[in-house]
């Protein structure tokens, strides 16, 4: 398994992460159905197995649920991984999202980030969205106290912009950035990805295989399938005018993929993976067989003719959307 430095830090990581959202479960306005906690904890395993150093969760995902689940899987294998965990998200009775970045709360979910997490230190901890936008001085402070306390290894922001990150650089250094990023989200290339590496801040993308969009495993039949509580039915790419654009697109990849003796899910990770700014890619699994194939994405390096003709399909898609 390729590994890549995060930023300053001295982390190196597995360029495949273990995203563990989907094993939240639903329940919430962003979750994702039923997720059995026995089959998450098996896919966790195998990720370890299979070379993944590293699992990003969050307390918002399931009201900590996802936390839970990671601290009892790692149980007599913490030494095996780092996690990387979040503030800033709260799930209402509703099911809605609420955010709060006030101190006191952001000290609050450390010490609860880290019950349920089982350790004694959490290796990156994120703020999990700039909201609001006034209090990110003020929660970054509290994670800047907790490094300093030894709870916490390094700190680092989720969906943050430029200007938002150079108010926070004072305070204390940003190891790392979490943005969205994918064949059909580009918007890190204009100016988030050279700032984060002129200033040694690691990139740690989400989303890019656009929750299972890019996989070739989503068709309409299993959209109108998904549980009432799977966000992914309301989410735009996978409605139209978006959703043929997309199926489209995704069938003229699978040429690339299948005569590189590839999966769609390697070729989108492999795509990300392409730009130098970008240390690793977090990977979401709900079954251990999905983890041994998006491994198989790491070290892949695409030739330059792949990466033109991928470079011809994302315009033709603008062009169908605009």
Known sequence: MERRQLGFTDLHLSTIGLGAWAMGGGGYIFGWGSQDDTESIVTIHRALDEGINWIDTAPGYGRGHSEEVV?????GRRHQVYI????????????????RLKRESVRQEIEDSLRRLRTDVIDLYQIHWPRPDEDIEEAWGVIADAVRAGKVRYGGVSNFNISQMERLQSIHPIASLQPPYSMLNR?????LLSYCAAHKIGVIVYSPMERGLLTGKITRERIQAMPEDDHRRRY????????????????????????????????????????????AAIAGARRPDQVTELVGASGWKL?????????????????ALA
Do not use: M, Y
Not at 71 to 75: D, M
Not at 187 to 191: C, K, L, N
């Open 303 to 319: 030739s330059d003719a792949d990466l033109a003709e991928i470079d011809t399909l994302l315009a033709q898609r603008q062009q």
């Open 84 to 99: 990387a965990t979040k503030c800033g998200i709260h799930v209402l009775p509703s099911g809605e999202l609420t955010f």
């Open 71 to 75: 601290g009892k899987a790692l149980v």
């Open 187 to 191: 918007d890190v290339e204009s100016e």
């Open 236 to 279: 735009a790419p996978f409605q139209e005018p978006q959703l043929s654009v997309n199926l489209r697109l995704v069938e003229q990849l699978r040429p690339i993929a299948e005569r590189n003796g590839k999966t769609l899910a390697q070729l989108a990770l492999a795509w990300v993976l392409r730009r130098p700014e970008v240390t």
